[in-house]
């Protein structure tokens, strides 16, 4: 009840960013936060209580005692686990913090079963249907996708992924053995350009809803969508892209070794920790490349858009805001 509970911290505002956004530094602390794999461990009652927490906080009333601590753990676990958009809760594959878990086992795999086309195709396929679930779960909330979309966008992505590798595990037969190791990551590439656009396509369709800077509605953008999607792309062979060129160079100069030849069975557990501490750093780091609250010049708007704004507000919008999805 209203009697048990207390007034908020005077000029504590639980959803202004804890470090300056408009800094890639600052968007990577933010990222470390809330993409921090150990929250993928909190229970269903948790999150939900840190959910209740943050909505009774934006209300202007918390739980008496609660310490500024408090209820920035709460935020971090309801930044980790609820849509920005929709409010609604995740499913836990589709979570940034199940990135680091989820995309060191499959890359770990990918990297260490690249020799025969079967595995190829098998690996591929799980590594698409996990992208597929991360991409669904992270789109901009605004735009619906239908069930059909969403298989279209599946089976485009998959498709392309296994084309690819198969295509260039087949042609690098004759290459340097190093050449090989590096197929999986044309292939998540390859891809990523598939799989993102296919699955936001409703956005590139309708446009997404773009904002004056404090928040006002303005319309609706293909072009902000375009911009938007193109750097979640960008982000997502950013966040493979070390792991998957870097670790292959490490395995094939390790492989030499007389001891590493004698413990093969730990290849691949090897490759998924490794996977692992390169993802912890670059899942936060490739989030961070781009601000969330991403901008496009007034000038840059499709021209009816760019026509009714400057009717309504003349030159006070040089900028159109919205959020670029993750």
């Known amino acids: 009840t209203c009697a048990e ?15 300056d956004q408009s800094t890639f530094v600052g968007r990577l602390k933010h990222f470390l936060n809330i993409t921090d794999p150990r929250t993928v461990l909190v229970s269903e009652e948790e999150l939900d209580r840190a959910k209740a927490l943050v909505e009774g906080c934006r209300a202007g009333l918390v739980p008496p005692g609660s310490s500024q601590e408090q209820l ?20 836990l594959i589709g979570r940034m913090s199940f990135q680091v878990p989820g995309g060191m086992a499959l890359t770990g795999c990918m990297l260490q079963f690249y020799r025969t086309v079967p595995a190829v195709v098998f690996w591929q396929w799980v590594n698409q249907s996990f992208n597929a679930i991360v991409n669904y779960t992270n789109r901009n909330a605004a735009s619906p996708i239908s069930l ?6 599946y089976v485009t992505a998959t498709g392309t992924a296994l084309a690819t590798a198969v295509g260039l595990n ?43 800077r404090d928040n006002n509605e303005l319309g609706h953008s293909r072009r902000a969508a375009a911009k938007g999607i193109a750097q979640v792309v960008v982000s997502r ?35 998924v920790l490794l996977c692992g501490g390169f993802l912890l750093f670059m899942v936060p780091a490739a989030c961070a490349l781009f601000p969330q609250r991403c901008s496009l010049a007034l000038a840059d708007l499709e021209l009816e858009l760019h026509d009714s704004i400057v009717a309504k507000h003349g030159d006070k919008v040089p900028y159109v805001y919205f959020n670029k999805g993750l």
């Open 72 to 91: 920035l753990y709460a935020k971090k676990l309801y930044d980790s686990a609820f849509h920005p958009d929709s409010g609604e809760k995740m499913n």
């Open 5 to 19: 509970m207390a007034a908020v911290p005077l000029g504590f505002n639980i959803d202004a960013p804890r470090w």
């Open 148 to 153: 059909r979309q969403i298989g279209v966008a």
């Open 170 to 212: 087949l042609y690098t037969k004759r290459a340097p053995p190093l050449l090989a190791r590096w197929v999986p990551f044309a292939a998540v590439a390859a891809a990523n350009c598939v799989n993102i656009p296919m699955m936001r396509q409703q956005e590139i369709i309708n446009g997404v809803m773009v904002t004056d």
């Open 237 to 271: 062979i950013t966040m493979a892209a070390p792991g998957m060129i870097i670790l292959p160079i490490i395995m094939e100069r390790l492989e030499k070794f007389p001891f590493m030849q004698r413990i093969r069975v730990l290849h691949g557990p090897l490759q």
